[in-house]
């Protein structure tokens, strides 16, 4: 039911009906012999899995609750590029079918009139300096119409944005295009700069001040680009660059 014209990405999909979370299964998959590209979809999660340890409520039919395996040989410190070209597949497949301007706010969410719509967990296992495995899950709220009080106020949907149903196939197939363009050029090093612009051109917090949340203190600072490893590069109240690391602060204030 997938009709992708993509060459890698996706030729190999599983479906299932119920799941506990699509990386689990893909991390599953990954280990025996999924090969790169091979894609996990379900229509509902048991158990689907946020960043930072939070849950991802994922019921059937309402989302697009997807995984990708992949096996790059690269080094375990490019890996994080890996997923912010997930971030930047789902705003561009978005912005190709919405009216509203889907931005990314780093490393991967994105929003659309600045409330969440769909954010990426990637896990990797890797060795000293090889990955073995990549799985990055795109969770897409799509005809979502309402939400948990906790997240009310900074979730949304496609359906309550765009006021319209969405196939999700459609929707998956539009990102697993664009991701596969995205990370082909990732893959080929000197294409790397195209794809960095294409993000920050992309990414909402670019050129505001951001709220930098980093075990528990607060400091405030302005996000001036992204490095070649995925940082988000901030000018703190001194002036001085920094380079935020994804797995280290969360940020607000867009
Ligand atoms: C976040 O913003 O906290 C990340 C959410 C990631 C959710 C997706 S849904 C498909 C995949 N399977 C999971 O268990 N999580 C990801």
Redesign the pocket.
């Known amino acids: 039911e997938l009709n992708l014209n993509t060459e890698f990405i996706g030729k190999d999909v599983k479906v299932y009906e119920s799941i ?5 299964q ?1 991390k599953r998959l990954a280990v025996e012999d999924a090969t790169e590209g091979t894609v996990v979809i ?1 229509e509902e ?1 048991t ?6 340890g ?1 849950s ?1 409520s ?1 019921p059937p039919k309402q ?5 990708i395996i992949l096996k790059p040989k690269i080094h375990p410190s490019k890996a994080s590029m890996v997923t912010l070209l997930a971030g930047l597949s789902v705003v561009q497949a978005i912005n190709d079918c919405s009216q509203n301007k889907a931005q990314i706010k780093w490393p ?2 994105t929003v659309i009139n600045e409330k ?1 719509v ?4 990637t896990e990797m296992s890797s060795e000293l300096d090889l990955v073995n495995y990549i799985v990055v ?3 897409v709220n799509v005809n979502t119409q309402t939400f948990d009080d906790a997240i009310k106020d900074t979730a949304t949907s496609l359906y309550i944005e765009e006021g319209k149903s969405y196939e999700r196939a459609v929707i998956a197939q539009k990102i697993l295009k664009k991701f596969e363009q995205n990370y082909i050029l990732f893959l080929k090093e000197k294409n790397l700069k195209l794809v960095l612009d294409t993000y920050e051109k992309n990414c909402i917090n670019l050129s505001r001040q951001v709220k930098i949340i980093h075990h528990n203190e607060v400091e405030y600072g302005k996000a001036i680009g992204i490095s070649e490893e995925g940082h988000l590069i901030v000018l703190d109240e001194n002036g001085t660059e920094k380079l935020l690391n994804s797995g280290e602060v969360s940020i607000r204030g867009i």
């Open positions: 506990d979370s699509t990386n689990k893909a379900a999660q158990e689907g899995k946020g960043r930072r939070k991802w994922s989302g697009l609750w997807m995984t991967n969410d969440k769909s954010g990426i967990l899950g795109i969770g």
